[in-house]
C-alpha cells in the first residue's frame, strides 16, 4: 500500500498570506491528524479527524483550520501567517478511531514564512 | 493531562555497544506508549507500541521496550547500535481510558552512533 502523502513538501509564503497544506491518508484508514514539529516545541498536536468530524483540537490559535473530506483526505489552513508559523506540518493516519491505532506519518511540508 | 518527559536531548553511543533512550509518562489511566524515529527531512517512522501484555515489546530494526508501570517508564533498548541507527527518536503516550484521548509527544531525543 502507498504511504502517506503530503503536497506540497515544501512551502515558502510571507506574512500575512494564508496556505492550504493537503494530506492523503493510507488507503482504508479514516482517521487524519496533523501536527507541527518545530526544533524547540517537538511536536503539537493541532487537531484530529475521523470520518470527517473534528475528534481532538490542540491549543492552537483559529488561524488554523482543517476538514476532511468523505474519501478520508485532509487539508488543514493556516490564515494570516506568522513568523512563527515556520515549521515542518506533518499529518499521520490511522486505520480507525480506537486508541490502540497506530499512527503512521507522511513526509510532511516544510512551511517558511518570511 | 497526559505528559511525556525525554530527558536526554542528546545520546551518544559507539557502534557495537548496547543502547538505551530513556521515555516517562504521567497519564491518569491506562497508558498506550509508542516509540517513533525520524531521519533527517522524513516524516516519523513507527518502531513499536505497549498496549497490554508483556512489558517487553520487540519492534522494529531490533529495537526493543521495556514498560515499568511503577517506574512509569518506556525505555527504548538495543543490543548493539548501528551508525545508521543515528536519527531523532520520539516517545508518544495516549491514555487508554475514559474515552478517546489525543496522542501526545515527548520532546524528542537524538541519537548518535560514533563508528
Known amino acids: 500500500k502507498a504511504g502517506v502523502t503530503q503536497t506540497p513538501r515544501y512551502l515558502i509564503k510571507t506574512r500575512g498570506q494564508q496556505v492550504t497544506l493537503s494530506c492523503s491518508p493510507i488507503s482504508g484508514h479514516r482517521s487524519v491528524s496533523w501536527y507541527q514539529q518545530t526544533p524547540g516545541q517537538g511536536l503539537q498536536f493541532l487537531f484530529e479527524y475521523f470520518s470527517e468530524t473534528q475528534r481532538n483540537k490542540g491549543n492552537f490559535p483559529g488561524r488554523f483550520s482543517g476538514r476532511q473530506f468523505s474519501n478520508s483526505r485532509s487539508e488543514m489552513n493556516v490564515s494570516t501567517l506568522e513568523l512563527g508559523d515556520s515549521a515542518l506540518y506533518l499529518c499521520?493516519?490511522?486505520?480507525?478511531?480506537?486508541?490502540?491505532?497506530?499512527?503512521?506519518f507522511g513526509p510532511g511540508t516544510r512551511l517558511t514564512v518570511l | 493531562a497526559q505528559s511525556v518527559a525525554q530527558p536526554e536531548d542528546q545520546v551518544n553511543v559507539a557502534e557495537g555497544n548496547p543502547l538505551t533512550v530513556k521515555c516517562t509518562y504521567s497519564?491518569?489511566?491506562?497508558?498506550?506508549l509508542f516509540w517513533y524515529v525520524q531521519y533527517p527531512n522524513r516524516g516519523l517512522q513507527f518502531l513499536l507500541k505497549?498496549?497490554?501484555?508483556?512489558?517487553l515489546v520487540k519492534g522494529s530494526y531490533g529495537f526493543e521496550a521495556e514498560f515499568n508501570k511503577s517506574q512509569t517508564s518506556f525505555h527504548l533498548k538495543k543490543p548493539s547500535a548501528l551508525v545508521s541507527d543515528s536519527a531523532l527518536y520520539f516517545c508518544a503516550v495516549r491514555d487508554g481510558t475514559g474515552g478517546y484521548q489525543k496522542v501526545t509527544f515527548g520532546i524528542g531525543t537524538k541519537l548518535q552512533v560514533i563508528p
Open positions: 497519564v491518569s489511566g491506562n497508558p498506550y
Open positions: 505497549y498496549i497490554t501484555g508483556d512489558n
Open positions: 499521520a493516519s490511522s486505520l480507525s478511531d480506537g486508541s490502540t491505532d497506530t499512527q503512521y
